[in-house]
C-alpha cells in the first residue's frame, strides 16, 4: 500500500478546506491503491469528517498533546481528536524547530497517539549542517531511537516514519535519490534492530518539496511506500496529479 499525505498546515479558513476536500475527493476517486490522508487544522476535523465517510480519503491531524485533558491551555489531546482521525503528524519539524520540541516529549505523544488507536506519522530529519557535515545517520538514529522507546512492539503495525530532511522542506530541493533511498532503507534495519525483530516493516514516507513533477522518483524507490506533501497538498490540482502520478506507479 502506498501512502499520500497531505499536511495543510496553518493554511485555509475552514470553507476553503471543505472546498479543496471536495476538491481532491473527486480527483483521487478513481484508484484506492494509494491511501490519502489529509491533515487540516484542528478546527476543520468536524466539519471534514462528515465528508470522507464513503471514501477512500483518511483524515489526521497536525499535531496533538500526550495527555488526555487538563490544564494545558491551548493544547488538543488523542482523547479530543480520536472522535475525528485515524492518523497524526508527530514530530515534524516545524513543531521540532519553532515549537521547541524534543524526541523525549514525542515519544509520549506517539505512545498516547497509539494508546487511542490513532495511527502516528513520526516525522524524523536532519538539518542541513547535519547532512554537510555527513552525520545524518547518527542523528536519525538518535531521534529515531528517542522518539519509539519503550513503544510496545505489538503496536507497531500502526506507525509510519517520514523521513523529511529539514532543508527540503519549502525549499524546494531535496536529496538524491540514492540518498533517499539509502537513509529509508537505514531507517528500516534501525527500527528492526532496536526491536529485534528481522520481520519488521514500518512504512517510510519520504517528505520536503514534493510536486508531482518529482514524485515518481522518490514514491518508486524500493524503501519508500508513500510521501508527505507540504505546500503542493493545498493545491486541489497539483496534489491530484501527485497522486495520479503515485497511482500509476502502482499499475
Ligand atoms: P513541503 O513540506 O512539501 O512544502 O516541502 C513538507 C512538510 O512540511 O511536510
Not at 498546515?9 to 478546506?17: A, R
Not at 516545524?94 to 515549537?99: A, T
Not at 531521534?143 to 507497531?156: F, H, R, V, W, Y
Not at 520536503?208 to 518508486?220: H, I, M, Y
Request: aromatic share 8%; net charge negative; hydrophobic share 40%.
Amino acid at each position: 500500500m502506498n501512502y499520500l499525505v497531505g499536511n495543510w498546515k496553518m493554511h485555509t479558513s475552514v470553507k476553503e478546506g471543505i472546498r479543496l476536500a471536495q476538491h481532491i475527493k473527486q480527483g483521487v476517486a478513481s484508484t484506492d491503491d494509494v491511501t490519502v490522508i489529509l491533515c487540516p487544522p484542528f478546527t476543520h476535523l468536524d466539519a471534514m469528517h462528515g465528508l470522507f465517510d464513503v471514501s477512500p480519503m483518511e483524515l489526521g491531524a497536525q499535531n496533538m498533546y500526550f495527555e488526555d485533558s487538563g490544564a494545558y491551555t491551548g493544547e488538543i489531546s488523542p482523547f479530543m481528536i480520536a472522535d475525528y482521525c485515524r492518523y497524526v503528524i508527530l514530530g515534524h519539524s516545524e513543531r521540532r524547530v519553532v515549537f521547541s520540541e524534543n524526541s523525549t516529549l514525542i515519544q509520549k505523544k506517539v505512545r498516547a497517539a497509539l494508546n487511542h488507536d490513532i495511527k502516528p506519522i513520526l516525522c524524523v530529519g536532519e538539518s542541513l549542517d547535519i547532512y554537510e557535515q555527513q552525520k545524518t545517520f547518527n542523528f536519525l538514529e538518535e531521534e529515531l531511537t528517542t522518539s519509539l522507546k519503550g513503544i510496545d512492539p505489538a503496536e507497531l503495525g500502526s506507525l509510519l516514519i517520514a523521513y523529511e530532511p529539514c532543508w527540503a522542506i519549502g525549499s524546494g530541493h531535496t536529496p538524491y535519490r540514492d540518498e533517499i533511498e539509502r537513509v529509508a532503507k537505514f531507517l528500516t534495519v534501525t527500527t528492526r534492530k532496536v526491536f529485534d525483530n528481522p520481520e519488521l516493516n514500518i512504512p517510510i514516507l519520504y517528505g520536503g518539496s514534493v510536486k508531482a513533477n518529482n514524485v515518481a522518483e522518490f514514491a518508486s524507490l524500493p524503501h519508500i511506500s508513500g510521501v508527505l506533501v507540504g505546500g503542493a497538498s493545498i493545491r486541489a490540482e497539483e496534489f491530484c496529479a501527485i497522486h495520479a502520478a503515485m497511482a500509476q506507479l502502482n499499475q
